[in-house]
């Protein structure tokens, strides 16, 4: 059977991966550089089923989301960076209320308003720190419109799987740039459906505890099992508590479900790293540049070698230490003030060979930028 194949933009391939995925509630705010992925669900997603509302802001956006969730649907929202800003007390309360949420936060230059329409990586940060408390946190991202939509796909898989927001961490130049899209059949991609629990009603529910392997069965709110859901810490039937022990093991089960199982969690792509001297680590839209510069290179008989990230939270540090363990040295490339370059440094053994290429003018970073920088560095010896 010919495969589907469309020509679109990287915010349309998110929007097809996500009904590929199930998504059946959506809630969001228009705002640059993410708008289209509203747009297109607005006359898509209710074709199929689905539920499309625009809310007054993105506060209203994720919440919104969020009570969709809890009454059993698969749920996105889409934004940019003062968007994103203004969701972070909501993310934490989907943390802490381990509801499963998609948020794509399509990056353009800041802060504040800063340039709507430019590219920029620099909300790497504020995905992983953005909302107070200790908390764990996945985001990903992708470089082309092929690995946007199974990053996508794989996004609902983990929120389900782990029952806690993602987010989707795209760019501009991804967002905005259009290249081929060939589209999975059904069932290509394996899917993960909501944990439903098995207690029958009348039957003592405990919504917050775990079962051996980890996961938290959920109970459609409204449902036949009453719970209660708070931000506040709770024990396992949902009510607050502030109980030290209790307190200790909740905290403990947020961050540990996701940092004990970061192996599994890690996607990356790997280009030439297997004699390589000088390795790129990159993600988004500037890894294109970087693996432009390693292919061209490598013909002139330069051993340079790529790491592309797609998680960057939880960062993959065992994955960065092994595979940059021979590198004489290692060329972060990203647009901002350098943001994943500091947990590089964190994971190789050697971090004064760890050097940074960035652009932060909201233009995209070229294979020019990084030769110049890459000469630079070879010229040190570094």
Request: glycine fraction near 8%; charged fraction near 20%; charge should be neutral.
């Amino acid at each position: 059977m010919d495969k589907k194949i469309k020509f679109v933009q990287g915010n349309e391939a998110c929007v097809e991966a996500a009904l590929y995925a199930g998504l059946d509630f959506f809630a969001g705010y228009p705002i640059t550089p993410s708008t289209e992925i509203a747009e297109h669900l607005s006359v898509r997603l209710p074709r199929k089923g689905g539920k499309f509302i625009q809310m007054e802001d993105e506060i209203a956006s994720i919440c919104a989301i969020i009570g969709a969730s809890l009454t059993g649907h698969k749920v996105m929202t889409a934004t940019s960076g003062p968007g994103f800003s203004l969701m972070q007390e909501a993310l934490g309360y989907a943390v802490m209320t381990e509801i499963p949420c998609v948020i794509v936060n399509v990056q353009r230059g800041g802060p504040s308003t800063g340039l709507p329409t430019h590219v920029s990586q620099g909300d790497v940060y504020q995905a992983r720190w953005g909302t107070h408390g200790d908390h764990a946190i996945i985001a990903m991202t992708a470089s082309n419109h092929q690995d946007l939509f199974k990053i996508t796909v794989e996004a609902f898989n983990l929120a389900e799987t782990y029952r806690t927001p993602v987010i989707l961490l795209f760019d501009e130049v991804i967002g905005h740039m259009r290249e081929k899209l060939v589209l999975p059949e059904p069932g290509e991609i394996p899917l993960v459906e909501r944990l439903k629990t098995t207690v029958r009603e009348g039957i003592d529910f405990h919504p917050y505890l775990p079962r051996e392997d980890g996961r938290l069965p959920m109970a459609d709110f409204g449902g036949v099992h009453r719970h209660n859901v708070t931000g506040l810490y709770h024990d396992m039937w949902g009510f607050p508590t502030d109980t030290p022990e209790i307190v200790h093991g909740l905290i403990r089960h947020l961050v540990d479900k996701i940092r004990n199982n970061v192996n599994h969690i890690a996607r990356y792509k790997e280009y030439y790293l297997e004699d390589a001297d000088n390795i790129f680590i990159s993600y988004g839209s500037a890894a294109r540049s970087a693996l432009h510069v390693v292919t061209s290179q490598r013909k002139k008989g330069e051993r340079l070698g790529l790491l592309e990230l797609q998680t960057l939270w939880p960062f993959p540090y065992d994955i960065v230490r092994e595979k940059c363990a021979r590198a004489q040295s290692i060329l972060v490339v990203e647009m901002n003030m350098g943001q994943i370059v500091r947990v590089v440094k964190r994971a190789v053994d050697n971090p004064q060979r760890v050097v940074l290429a960035n652009r932060i003018d909201g233009v995209f970073i070229t294979d020019a930028d990084i030769r110049n920088i890459l000469r630079i560095i070879q010229g040190k010896g570094v």
